[in-house]
Every structure is written in C-alpha cells, then in structure tokens.
C-alpha cells in the first residue's frame, strides 16, 4: 500500500517570501501521478500542480514549482512571492497510473496529512 | 470553479437516520470518485465509479452505499448514522479514459453534521 507523508503540519512566512513544503511518500510503483492540492478556508480542493512519475523535468505552474526525486521518493512544493491568498491547507496525494483495460479501475488518491499554510501580511 | 457541483452543501441530522448526497461531475467525465474528509482520519476514499460500474471500494462502511446513474450523476447513501460520521464529503470527477489525464477535480464537498 501507498503512504504519503508530510512532516510539517504548519508552517508561516511572511507575503512575498518563498516557501517548500515537504512530502515523501512509499510505494513500489514506478508508474504513478503526484499532486498538490490546496484546501484554502472554503474548504474547496483545488489542483495546484501535478507530476507524473515518467517525467523527469520539475513541474511548473506560475508561482509554485516542485522538486521531484524520484529516487528518494520525495516531492517538495515551492511557493515564490507568496501572497495572502496562498494561506490554506496543502496536500500532496499519490495515485497510481494504469493503461489500458486497467486505466477504468481504481485510481484513487492517497493523500498525506496536510501542511497548514500561514502567509502573513 | 471546478465544474463538479455536491448537493447539498450542509446538512445537519440526527444518529440513526438515514441521508443521500449527490453529485454531478464535470462534463464529459466518465469517473466519479467520494472521498471523507475527517478530523482524526483525514482526507480517505471511499469508492469509485466509472460510467456507472463500480471500480474499488476504499475505507467505506458497510452502512454506505453509492451508485452512478446514467446520466453519470452520482449519490452516496450514508444510513444507521453515527456522531463519528461528521465530516465533509467531497466528490471528485475525471475523464477516467485509457491513456487520458486522471487528475481528480473536486466539488465543493457536502459538510455533514449529526447530532
């Protein structure tokens, strides 16, 4: 079985610095998706950014980057110039990848524990 | 906006009754997922359905149930409710196609409350 972990529950910085978000997680697959999603006070999940496993260049989305090292199974989120609207909660969540036949069966995601983001004016 | 739209968005009840939640996926997607998201367990899936079949089973309790209709909507029946089972639920969709994208985008999520 799949676990992700992220071993900083919070964290806070002030607007405009950058920040990383730590998450590992354990899994025999070489296949998979990694993801950041983000759990702002509305309590909405929202896609930050994904990486898929195959891909070695780093995912990119505007403000937020991730360092993918898939060797230590670790997948970091940087937030540059952070702004208030970034304060929330941050999930990473593995899933893993199917083709085929397989692609219609489960692709659930494993989500770790959470990392409470403050971004402080 | 997600496209995924969760009905309803609260609810309060009491143990021991019975409720259904609904959601609606994006357009076009073929795949919808439930996940409970709780204090002390946090975010867990429970079951998923692609194009009306259901594909796995997660952490769900034997006191829920789900189905996916074919216009691709979807209910979760949660019934003989517990204190324990205050949480907020989420629905996610995907296009669930072979070979496809399979990022998961969520809905609101449906807050319940039983007293």
């Known amino acids: 079985a799949q676990t992700v972990t992220q071993s900083q529950p919070e964290m806070s910085v002030q607007e405009a610095e950058t920040v990383t978000l730590s998450c590992t997680y354990d899994?025999?697959?070489?296949?998979?998706?990694l993801f950041w999603y983000k759990q702002p006070p509305s309590r909405q999940m929202i896609l930050v950014i994904r990486q898929e496993a195959y891909k070695q260049q780093n995912a990119t989305e505007n403000r937020f980057s991730v360092n993918f090292q898939k060797a230590a199974k670790s997948f970091s989120l940087k937030i540059s110039d952070s702004q208030l609207g970034d304060t929330a909660m941050y999930f990473c969540?593995?899933?893993?990848?199917?083709?085929?036949?397989?692609?219609?069966?489960?692709?659930?995601?494993?989500f770790g524990q959470g990392t409470r983001l403050t971004i402080n004016p | 906006d997600s496209g995924v739209t969760q009905t309803p968005k609260h609810l309060i009840t009491a143990t021991g009754q019975r409720v259904t939640l609904r959601c609606s996926p994006r357009s076009g997607d073929l795949s919808v997922y439930w996940y409970q998201q709780s204090l002390d367990q946090g975010l867990q899936f429970l079951i998923h359905y692609y194009n009306g079949e259901e594909r796995a089973k997660g952490n769900i309790l034997e006191r829920f149930s789900a189905q996916q209709f074919p216009d691709l909507h979807s209910e979760l029946n949660l019934s003989s409710l517990e204190l324990g089972d205050s949480a907020l639920y989420f629905c996610?969709?995907?296009?669930?196609?072979?070979?496809?994208?399979?990022?998961?985008?969520f809905g609101p999520g449906t807050r319940l409350l039983v007293l």
């Open positions: 996610a969709s995907s296009v669930g196609l072979a070979g496809v994208e399979k990022t998961q985008y």
């Open positions: 969540a593995f899933m893993k990848r199917k083709k085929g036949e397989q692609a219609k069966g489960a692709q659930k995601l494993v």
């Open positions: 899994t025999s697959e070489n296949n998979y998706y």
